[in-house]
């Protein structure tokens, strides 16, 4: 996209990790950038980046906030045109033992979050009628493999693909797209929290359990923000226009 193709960007979950280095991406190319999180200082941290960020406190998971962040980035009577749906959480539990909070705490943040912002964009999109957008959601390689003791993870990961590919097929007559990016292990402080997790559940030092992660990629490592962000980004394009429905895996080949 070029500078002068200047668009507004919403992006959830972008007080930290590839929430936080997309929103600068799209700042440095000029792009209106509004992330939005639950933690106001750590969002304030990532605003102060690029004066094109500004930062909205939302709880994707709440349906009135939801509207309301809408609401804010759309006060000058123009909705955003693309919306990343990056917020997420994780846990790790056998599925015997997986609770009823866990399980709902992981489909409310990561499968009904996306759909409560795709819902409001899209039909923001057509109230104004405005036929081009771009939506992507950000999914993971446990969206299309399943993985043992992350049921739950899984199971809002591959709802988030099937979300994605419903929406795509009643937008395909318009010029707005919906796909997701299907990330392996990135090297951000989630995977951190998961190194520090399972180095307190096995007994494992911190690097034994990195090379764990790692070692589910095909390529034997983890994968940086950047390279999630720069193939958001092409989704995002004018040239990506016919890339509709997909599920782009970021993994190394793990998912191929």
Same mark, same amino acid.
């Not at 990790?17 to 750590?42: N, S």
């Given at each position: 996209?070029?500078?002068?193709?200047?668009?507004?960007?919403?992006?959830?979950? *972008?007080?930290?990790?590839?929430?936080?280095? $997309?929103?600068?991406?799209?700042?440095?190319?000029?792009?209106?950038?509004?992330?939005?999180?639950?933690?106001?200082?750590?969002?304030?941290?990532?605003?102060? @980046?690029?004066?094109?960020?500004?930062?909205?406190?939302?709880? %994707?998971?709440?349906?009135?906030?939801?509207? &309301?962040?809408?609401?804010?980035?759309?006060?000058?009577?123009?909705? +955003?045109?693309?919306? /990343?749906?990056?917020?997420? /959480? =994780? =846990?790790?539990?056998? /599925?015997?033992?997986? &609770?009823?909070?866990?399980?709902?705490?992981?489909?409310?943040?990561?499968?009904? *979050?996306?759909?409560?912002?795709?819902?409001? +964009?899209?039909?923001?999109?057509?109230?104004?009628?405005? @036929?081009?957008?771009?939506? %992507?959601?950000?999914?993971? $390689?446990?969206? @299309?493999?399943? !993985?043992? !003791?992350?049921?739950? !993870?899984?199971?809002?990961?591959?709802?988030?693909?099937?979300?994605?590919?419903?929406?795509?097929?009643?937008?395909?007559?318009?010029?707005?797209?919906?796909?997701? %990016?299907?990330?392996? !292990?990135?090297?951000?402080?989630?995977?951190?929290?998961?190194? +520090?997790?399972?180095?307190? @559940?096995?007994? $494992?030092?911190?690097?034994?359990?990195?090379?764990?992660?790692?070692?589910?990629?095909?390529?034997?490592?983890?994968?940086?923000?950047?390279?999630?962000?720069?193939?958001?980004?092409?989704?995002?394009?004018?040239?990506?226009? *016919?890339?509709?429905?997909? +599920?782009? &895996?970021?993994?190394?080949?793990?998912?191929?």
């Amino acid at each position: 996209m070029e500078r002068a193709e200047k668009k507004k960007v919403v992006i959830t979950g *972008g007080s930290s990790g590839v929430g936080a280095d $997309m929103a600068v991406r799209f700042a440095e190319a000029g792009h209106q950038v509004f992330i939005c999180g639950r933690r106001q200082a750590a969002l304030a941290e990532v605003a102060a @980046k690029n004066s094109l960020i500004t930062a909205i406190k939302a709880d %994707v998971c709440n349906e009135a906030e939801v509207k &309301s962040l809408f609401d804010e980035v759309g006060a000058d009577g123009m909705p +955003a045109s693309i919306i /990343i749906a990056n917020a997420g /959480i =994780a =846990a790790s539990s056998s /599925i015997d033992t997986t &609770s009823m909070a866990l399980w709902q705490n992981m489909i409310n943040v990561n499968l009904t *979050g996306v759909f409560l912002c795709l819902r409001e +964009a899209v039909g923001r999109l057509k109230a104004a009628d405005q @036929k081009w957008g771009r939506m %992507v959601a950000i999914s993971s $390689m446990t969206g @299309k493999k399943g !993985y043992p !003791y992350i049921a739950a !993870y899984s199971a809002s990961k591959h709802g988030v693909i099937g979300l994605v590919r419903s929406a795509a097929q009643e937008l395909a007559k318009t010029q707005i797209t919906v796909n997701a %990016v299907c990330p392996g !292990y990135l090297d951000t402080e989630m995977t951190d929290g998961s190194i +520090a997790a399972i180095s307190q @559940k096995t007994g $494992m030092s911190e690097e034994e359990a990195r090379k764990k992660l790692e070692a589910f990629s095909p390529q034997r490592r983890l994968f940086p923000a950047s390279e999630v962000t720069e193939t958001v980004y092409f989704l995002c394009s004018e040239q990506a226009g *016919g890339i509709n429905g997909q +599920a782009i &895996s970021v993994d190394g080949g793990e998912t191929a």
